[in-house]
């Protein structure tokens, strides 16, 4: 008789308790601190009646630039993967995309390429693809992710990224919408020694959530993970972040520095956790959330916090929130540039901070 080795018992394990969770899972509401200000009475609650109702068809385009034989269709076995994706406060969403599982993208990355990975989803319908990207040792690659939203079509995509010994993976990840429509993002890094860093953009949606888990897990050797999003919202629109840092093994690192220009009635808000296990000592991990606001009717909620269960340590967090730069403006006014020109330079400038952090 055969019996099952200690690692097939621990996964069976972890499936069993994952499905567990999201069969328990409730809509997010107002108590859910994981949802505070981020306004789960209305969007968790219309993203859920969405999911949930099995007459509305998932409905878009996927696009891929790569080479032959590195990305493919969605393959089903790959479900696995998502059943154990971590969620902040998002386990009901995650349950509901699951039961729609059907579309996507996997890429497995076997050796290092040079020319850009380029994903594109595309909508006006719902729409609730998964990218899952998996590096072996040692490669190097870059992956573009593009999601386009038009109309008040709505994208809740999931995203599964594993990077092994040795691999470095830069990722981009740019939303664009239409002023009317709603996305939902939830991803989560796994490094094990390995190089990851991951930019996001957003732009033009009336609402957008992104979760982001970035997990160092244990017996890996060092890795570095590095945060960045630089985001510019304007009239309504909303954008909510959530980000977890989460180093279970030492000598490892994670960077993490966002950046918002929020305008008319916008609201922006960030809530990032740093979490250091008991035992990984020598851990670095910093977190900074910056705003510039250009109206007195926009809207800035910061959270950064810290769980530090290690000695020898080397972990902070920093907000700020302030208008813009009078000084930097009346520099650009002075040589002739009209105002709103001006006001638009200062707002690049300021975000390309983090763009320019990512690309070193």
Known sequence: ??????????????????????????????????WRYGRPHKYASQLVELLGNRQITSR????????????????PELKENEILMQTIGSDRILALHLERFESGVSIFIEESIDEPIIITYE???????????????????????????????????????????????????????????????ITNITAMDAVVKHLT????????????????????????????????????EVLDQHTRQIHHCGNSAS???????????????FAGNIYVA????????????????LSEDATIHSLPGLEILADKVKCSHGSASSPMDKEQLFYLLSRG???HEAQLLVAEGFLADAISRYRE
């Not at 097939?8 to 859910?32: F, G, S, W």
């Not at 008991?278 to 705003?291: I, L």
Request: hydrophobic share 35%; glycine share 8%; with cysteine.
């Open 60 to 75: 878009g385009s996927i696009r891929i630039q790569a080479p032959e034989g590195v990305a493919e269709e969605m393959m």
């Open 255 to 269: 960077n993490l520095l966002y950046k918002n220009v929020v305008d008319g009635n916008a609201t922006a808000i």
């Open 1 to 34: 008789m055969d019996f099952p080795d200690n690692n097939d018992l621990k996964l069976a394990l972890e499936k069993a308790e994952a499905q567990a969770r999201l069969a328990n899972a409730d809509t997010p509401t107002r108590l859910c601190e994981d």
């Open 278 to 293: 008991a035992g990984a000592h020598h851990t670095d991990a910093y977190q900074t959330n910056r705003n510039m606001l």
């Open 123 to 185: 909508t006006e319908d719902l729409f609730t693809p998964t990218t899952c990207i998996m590096a072996e040792p040692g490669v190097k690659a870059r992956i573009i992710e593009r999601h386009i939203t038009h109309g008040a079509g709505t994208m809740v995509c999931t995203r599964c990224i594993q990077a092994a010994e040795g691999a470095e993976l830069s990722i981009e990840l740019e939303e664009c919408g239409s002023g009317a429509s709603r996305v939902m993002n």
């Open 201 to 236: 953009r957003h732009e033009g949606h009336l609402w957008a959530r992104e979760e982001t888990l970035a997990e160092i897990p244990y017996s890996s050797g060092r890795a570095d993970i590095h945060l960045f999003s630089a985001n510019r919202l304007k009239g309504h």
């Open 337 to 339: 540039i009209p105002k």
